[in-house]
């Protein structure tokens, strides 16, 4: 048949013109005519003729403020009424909803339909099964309390069969594993349990379920049935017999899972003389309960006997079992409830009885106008068909009317190029019911493909949104059975073709234009995924795997049945090297195998380059991470390839976990990279959807690649987070070196001062004892500093890592706190018992970092650490976990040192004029200059205010180089201070150097306690010691005789020479003296 012929037929079809020909041709058309209609398959909607919203009379279309109704007077089945809709960017009205109540109204009554219409169900679109109901009355349990339970009071004996039955509402708000009920034998305790837990894949999801799992005599079967979790009481039912070791759970009437015995032989009966206990798992007989089940329970029953499907889908209707004698019967209530457990009434929605519904097919709504103002619903089975209201937005409904006008007064070039294929506008943005079928679909794609090809010229937005529209009636196509893998394979190199000419447009103008209808090129992407998802079956018909590519798109569909072995190979693109590629593990393969899944088939997609979004930074919501000063925010954009997988198992889509890596396509070396790996949400943002991160990770980075970890299946891409360097690379470098030597040296100075502290025997004291913690908290952190790089590699070590750095690091300002509380106590008289205050000191230094950590893991488990590197995430508010408390401490020490500072200068004012009073006025300056200045320079790194310089750092590199010299090098000082130049360490090093000489000199007749000293007294004695009547004197001094007076002077002599830091508060004259002493020089 001649193809032009053809598509004059066709337009006379659609448009009602006339064409002048001669009666041969006329004939000619008419016969090939007849012969496409005996190829073609019948359809429903094939019988009559119907045009699009644009064309429709008035009486079928109704226009509001917001929203444009389209009446489709023509009779389809459910399923292809949803499809219709979808097809026009639109949906089918929905029950409930009282917008499209209204306007269907107004629209039936304008059209003087008196036919009920197809409505979607308010829930989700899915047909449903309506059964007749009647209302049911129990008591029921509700378990609240991780400690509620239920025994139940009946004896059991020995089971080769075992059926339970109940009721149950889950609780959503606990995600954990939860134990529904236990029976527990004193011989064998794990005999026969049903647990569930909350799928991981749908936490976050509206029709989020629960996955129940038995354990039968300590074999652990896989969570597979599923339990919705709603508000309604849902049935379930668990068998057993140990003649073949068949197992089945039931969810409302329905096998949920079952499976058999490994050996065909004859299971062990279940022990008798058992506990069985509601709500919790017993880890010992009768006792030691974990694993609680939250929600509520009624209407429990038990059977020594493996009850038949019919038997359990009577109890689901509320029917009795009257010749099933039962162990335990829920009426009886026979239990001990523990007090923390309620009592409920459970009301039970019952569906009718089975022997009614035998022949039930799935029933939809349709809707029978309104009475007395209230809309007026019934069922009919999904299969029948019936009118059906489309509902749209009336922007995409006034710009499609504009766009068809504008193409039929003046046709574009890439139009105009169609029209030689024999296509009009009106073919190409047709919405005809006719135009739907698999024939005219794909003919109109072949020319689409071939004016693409050759029209090497950019799109017009006209042009866009027409083929957008073809593409969208394509995606919709069934797979029919009387098609071939060939004929699919070609229909889907014909689509990809024109999607790749689209999303290669990159005019952002154009996009903006459309918007109204067409949101943006993952719109593309999204059709491209439907095609794929509709004609699977099909391109598997005969293959293994089928692959489809242009130059910018690769498809691949594999299927497998699944084995213990089974894996399937990393999916690549077509770029240079493979390197952006997807794959599935073989450890999510094998848990599918588990869960007794047979059939697993992946669709793979890949797109090389999406160039309108890789120049725009639309639909890209990210925070950026927080600059340390070093580098400046300038944005985020799209920087690799989008990459997409799809996991069907046994024709079921399933979300597990994907690995990917791809490459970076910006490359620059003036500006830093921050990649962000990320999928596209369809339903983030109202335009179409935008970037999340939202389950995904970095695994591993490297100057021009990512790696990718993601909990779930979707369309894949990296973030590229862009940054100006504003420090220049030798500083950078300089600065890390300079930090990783700091980190070093204070790693030895801290370790080296906790060898002298436990080595030497330095006299225990309250003091000591939090120069111990705090060092032992900043060795820990220093350490975890340092391997901090290597295990960025591994995502675990790293979560570990983060957390453990979160810790110490918090603890060792919580010690920094608590030196500040110390040195306040002895400025300042605190009357707290050293024990006491000790106590208060440990639950602050340790006990208060373990609760914050541990609330902020349990609050922020999602968002923790960051993605490129072990430490709190900057992006969100978990870092305040971190700096809230920071902050505190630098304040309250602040005010510490400040305290300090006045005390000591006013005691060496004191001293200065009591000891020099005509000295001159400019020593005094001097001298209380250096009195202020000297516990300055002592305290500030002890108390941590050294940190206040990082608030600073982005003013300048010198101020960068001090924060981190101050900071890095702390553990050096805190050695000098607390070491070297410490009295007690220096004084316990030269006891035991004295023992030494003791032991030497064991002929000498003179005790080595009164030996003379090396030095005679000198004036020193006068300045550095108090009187003898002060009462530091008579502290210190013991009843001894004269002659043993002036060797221990002597010793007190030698000792005050040497360089010592204290800070003891003595007081002299009912005043407070504080003596400061620290560097001191002998004979001062």
């Known amino acids: 048949m001649d193809f032009r012929s053809q598509t004059a037929e066709d337009h006379h079809m659609a448009d009602g013109t006339y064409v002048k020909m001669s009666s041969l041709l006329f004939g000619v058309i008419l016969?090939?005519?007849?012969?496409?209609?005996?190829?073609?398959?019948?359809?429903?909607?094939?019988?009559?003729?119907?045009?699009?919203?644009?064309?429709?009379?008035?009486?079928?279309?109704?226009?509001?403020?917001?929203?444009?109704?389209?009446?489709?007077?023509?009779?389809?089945?459910f399923e292809q009424a949803l499809q219709y809709c979808r097809g026009q960017s639109s949906a089918l009205t929905t029950s409930g909803v009282k917008e499209d109540e209204e306007g269907a109204q107004q629209l039936l009554s304008k059209s003087n339909l008196k036919s009920p219409v197809w409505f979607g169900a308010n829930k989700s679109q899915n047909p449903t099964t309506h059964l007749p109901e009647q209302k049911t009355v129990l008591p029921g349990l509700s378990f609240k309390s991780n400690d509620g339970?239920?025994?139940?009071?009946?004896?059991?004996p020995p089971l080769s069969a075992v059926s339970v039955c109940m009721r149950v509402q889950w609780d959503p708000r606990h995600e954990n594993v939860s134990t529904v009920f236990s029976y527990a034998a004193s011989v064998f305790i794990n005999e026969f349990q049903l647990r569930g837990q909350i799928d991981e894949s749908k936490r976050n999801h509206a029709n989020r379920k629960v996955r129940l799992a038995l354990l039968i005599q300590g074999q652990h079967h896989p969570y597979k049935a599923e339990l919705p979790i709603d508000k309604g009481w849902h049935h379930v039912c668990v068998t057993w017999r140990s003649s073949d070791g068949f197992w089945a759970i039931y969810v409302d009437g329905q096998k949920g899972d079952s499976g058999q015995g490994k050996a065909r032989e004859k299971a062990n009966d279940i022990y008798g003389d058992g506990i069985f206990i509601l709500g919790q798992d017993q880890d010992t007989f009768g006792g030691t309960f974990t694993e609680p089940f939250v929600g509520n329970l009624t209407d429990l029953n038990i059977?020594?006997?493996?009850?038949?499907?019919?038997?359990?889908?009577?109890?689901?209707?509320?029917?009795?079992?009257?010749?099933?004698?039962?162990?335990?019967?829920?009426r009886d209530w026979s239990l001990t409830v523990h007090h923390s457990v309620q009592n409920v009434s459970a009301t039970l929605n019952c569906p009718g009885s089975p022997k009614t519904t035998q022949r039930l097919e799935e029933e939809c709504e349709v809707f029978n106008g309104r009475s007395d103002g209230q809309p007026q619903y019934s069922s009919a089975v999904c299969t029948h068909t019936y009118p059906f209201i489309c509902r749209g937005s009336k922007e995409h409904y006034l710009k499609m009317k504009e766009l068809r006008e504008s193409l039929r007064s003046d046709p574009s070039p890439f139009m105009q190029c169609l029209m030689q294929y024999g296509m009009t506008a009106d073919a190409v943005l047709s919405d005809s019911i006719d135009g739907r079928s698999w024939t005219s679909v794909s003919r109109l794609l072949n020319a689409s493909e071939q004016a693409v090809l050759k029209e090497q010229k950019q799109l017009e937005d006209r042009d866009m949104v027409s083929l957008m529209h073809v593409l969208s009636r394509a995606a919709d196509l069934p797979s029919t059975a009387?098609?071939?893998?060939?004929?699919?394979e070609k229909l889907g190199q014909s689509f990809i073709t024109i999607a790749d000419s689209l999303i290669s447009q990159d005019d952002t103008s154009k996009w903006h234009s459309i918007k109204e209808v067409v949101k943006g090129p993952m719109a593309v992407i999204q059709t491209v995924d439907r095609m794929l998802s509709n004609l699977n079956s099909l391109l598997m018909d005969d293959t293994d795997s089928v692959q489809i590519h242009s130059h910018n798109i690769k498809l691949q569909v594999q299927q497998k049945l699944l084995s213990n072995g089974s894996h399937f190979p990393a999916f690549c693109g077509l770029d240079v090297g493979n390197r952006d590629c997807i794959s599935v593990s073989a450890k999510n393969l094998k848990e599918l195998h588990n869960n007794d899944f047979r059939k697993v088939t992946v669709l793979n997609t890949w797109y090389g380059s999406v160039k309108c979004l890789s120049e725009r930074g639309e639909n890209i919501s990210l925070s950026p991470i927080v600059s340390d000063g070093s580098q400046r925010y300038v944005g985020t954009v799209l920087g690799s390839s989008v990459i997409s997988s799809t996991v069907l198992a046994d024709g079921r889509p399933v979300s597990i976990a994907i690995h990917f890596t791809l490459q970076h396509r910006i490359q620059n070396s003036s500006v830093k990279l921050i990649p962000i790996c990320a999928f596209w949400d369809f339903d983030l943002m109202l335009d179409g959807g935008g970037w999340s991160t939202k389950g995904c990770t970095v695994i591993s980075s490297q100057n021009n690649s990512t790696s990718c970890y993601c909990n779930h299946t979707t369309n894949f891409a990296l973030l590229l987070q862009i940054y100006e360097v504003q420090r220049s690379v030798e500083h950078e470098a300089g600065l890390q070196i300079l930090s990783l030597i700091g980190s070093g040296v204070s790693l030895c100075g801290l370790l080296f001062t906790l060898i002298l502290f436990v080595a030497v025997g330095v006299p225990k004291s309250d003091r000591t004892t939090v120069h111990k913690n705090l060092i032992v908290a900043?060795?820990?952190?220093?350490?975890?500093?340092?391997?901090s790089d290597w295990a960025a590699g591994n995502q675990e070590a790293c979560w570990l890592v983060t957390a453990l750095l979160h810790l110490f690091f918090l603890s060792s300002f919580c010690w920094m706190l608590v030196e500040g509380l110390l040195l306040w106590s002895k400025v300042v008289s605190v009357n707290i018992s050293e024990e006491r205050r000790m106590k208060l000191y440990y639950v602050l230094g340790w006990g208060l970092p373990v609760v914050i950590v541990a609330v902020t893991l349990a609050a922020t488990l999602d968002q923790y650490r960051a993605q490129q590197y072990c430490w709190l995430n900057l992006q969100s508010n978990v870092i305040w976990a971190f700096a809230g408390p920071v902050l505190f401490v630098l304040a309250v020490n602040a005010v510490v040192l400040f305290r300090v500072v006045m005390v000591t200068v006013t005691s060496a004012r004191r001293r200065a004029k009591m000891l020099t009073p005509s000295s001159d006025s400019k020593l005094h300056t001097l001298d209380l200059t250096w009195a202020a200045t000297r516990p300055v320079l002592i305290l500030l790194p002890v108390l941590g205010?050294?940190?206040?310089?990082?608030?600073?750092?982005?003013?300048?590199d010198v101020?960068?180089?001090?924060?981190?010299?101050?900071?890095?090098?702390q553990g050096l000082y805190i050695f000098l201070v607390y070491a070297v130049y410490n009295s007690e360490v220096r004084n316990a090093i030269r006891r035991i150097q004295d023992k030494r000489k003791a032991?030497?000199?064991?002929?000498?007749?003179?005790?080595?306690?009164?030996?003379?000293?090396?030095?005679?007294?000198?004036?020193?004695?006068?300045?550095?010691?108090?009187t003898l009547s002060s009462p530091e004197s008579s502290e210190s001094s013991t009843p001894m005789s004269a002659s043993t007076a002036n060797p221990l002077v002597f010793k007190n002599e030698r000792f005050k020479e040497d360089n010592i830091v204290s800070f003891p508060l003595k007081p002299a004259n009912r005043s407070q003296v504080v003596q400061l002493t620290a560097f001191k020089p002998s004979g001062c």
């Not at 009387?482 to 699919?488: E, G, H, I, L, Q």
């Not at 900043?778 to 391997?787: D, E, G, K, N, S």
């Not at 030996?1011 to 108090?1026: E, G, I, M, R």
């Open 31 to 77: 016969a090939n005519a007849v012969i496409m209609g005996i190829c073609e398959p019948t359809q429903s909607w094939s019988d009559r003729t119907e045009r699009g919203p644009l064309d429709v009379p008035d009486s079928n279309l109704l226009l509001q403020n917001d929203a444009v109704y389209q009446l489709v007077n023509t009779s389809f089945s």
């Open 149 to 156: 339970y239920a025994a139940v009071n009946a004896s059991f």
């Open 945 to 956: 205010l050294t940190w206040l310089c990082g608030v600073l750092v982005h003013l300048s």
């Open 999 to 1026: 032991l030497s000199f064991t002929n000498c007749s003179q005790p080595i306690s009164f030996l003379p000293s090396q030095k005679s007294p000198s004036a020193s004695w006068v300045h550095s010691l108090p």
């Open 482 to 488: 009387n098609k071939s893998r060939r004929d699919a």
């Open 303 to 330: 059977w020594g006997e493996a009850l038949e499907l019919k038997q359990v889908q009577a109890l689901n209707t509320c029917s009795q079992l009257t010749n099933h004698k039962a162990l335990f019967r829920w």
């Open 778 to 787: 900043l060795t820990v952190a220093q350490l975890l500093l340092i391997f």
């Open 959 to 969: 101020v960068a180089y001090l924060f981190i010299t101050l900071n890095a090098f």
